[in-house]
Each structure stands twice: as structure tokens, then as C-alpha cells.
């Protein structure tokens, strides 16, 4: 059992593997990383990343730091839990360049979506502090679900009136904000 993860060791993973990686890519950081970098969370459990491109030599990197700073590093991000939001990278958000590599936190919306669809307490306290920080809004919510909805028959574990309704729910609580009102 490795030692919980803080902003720290996030932003000493960006600068080597920033430095280690034989080539250009781009890093997507998901869940508890994007929480410690932003601020909503002082520790995670392990580091969720999405290679989009994958930079060259980023997996031998990866095994290197593993064992350096001693952290869980996950391939893991909402597209592997529900299809693809259209226009996902365009509302990833640009956290810095290290070497070659960009790194970027995953759409806030498709993050929101999966924590929503898995539904524990901490993915709900998670999608909570993302829109409290308008890191997404209820309109991009409630339009990038009703844009995947129909692939979701893809996603066998998935109960498609079981999410709409986890969605509506989580919406329902935020609908008389004045500033989501403008949107």
C-alpha cells in the first residue's frame, strides 16, 4: 500500500516526466489529481492520467516514478466509463508544459458525468466542488448527457434512466443559482 498522493508529488511527476519522455504528447490528469491541483483536495489515493497523443518513451517514465515517488499511477479517465463528450478537449483545461508534454486537466463535464454515474459520496462531494468552482455548468451537464446518451447502450454496466436521473437530481440542487440562470 503506497502513501496517499498531495499537489506536491503531482507537480514533481509533471517536471519528470516532463523531462523523461522521449517526445511530444499531452497528459490529461482526472479525479483526485485534478482536486489537489486546483485546491478542493489536500490528498488522493493514486493519479488518474489519459495519453492523448502518448508522448514516446512516457511508459518507461511512468514505471521509473512509480517506484521514485513511490504513487499509484492509473490509466484511467471518463472514456473508459462513458463514451467520448463531443468537444471534450476543447473544455480540457491547460495546466503547463514540462519538456514536451502539455498537461491538461480532463473536461470538467466528462469528469462530472462519470463521478455522477458511479454516485459515491466523495464523486458527488467532487462534482459538488466543480461546480462551485465553475469548473463546469448545469447547461454543459445536462447537454454533453443528453449527447452521449444514445451510445450509452455501449456501456453495458450502465443504466442510461438510472444516470439521466443521478444527473437531473444533481442539476435540481443547483437550478435556482442566479449565475446558472444567465448561462
Known sequence: MRPNVDSQKIERLMQVLGKEAKGAGCIYFTGGASALLIGWRSSTVDVDIRLDPEPPGI????????????????LASPQDFLPPLPGWRDRSVFIGKQGQISFYHYDFTAQALSKLSRGFDRDIKDVQA???????SLRELRDCFEAIAPELIRFPSLDTDVLRSKVEKFIERFEGNPEERQS
Not at 511508459?59 to 492509473?74: T, V
Open 59 to 74: 511508459f518507461q517514465a511512468i514505471a521509473k516514478l512509480k517506484q521514485e515517488l513511490n504513487i499509484n499511477i492509473e
Open 130 to 136: 466543480m461546480y462551485e468552482q465553475k469548473l463546469l
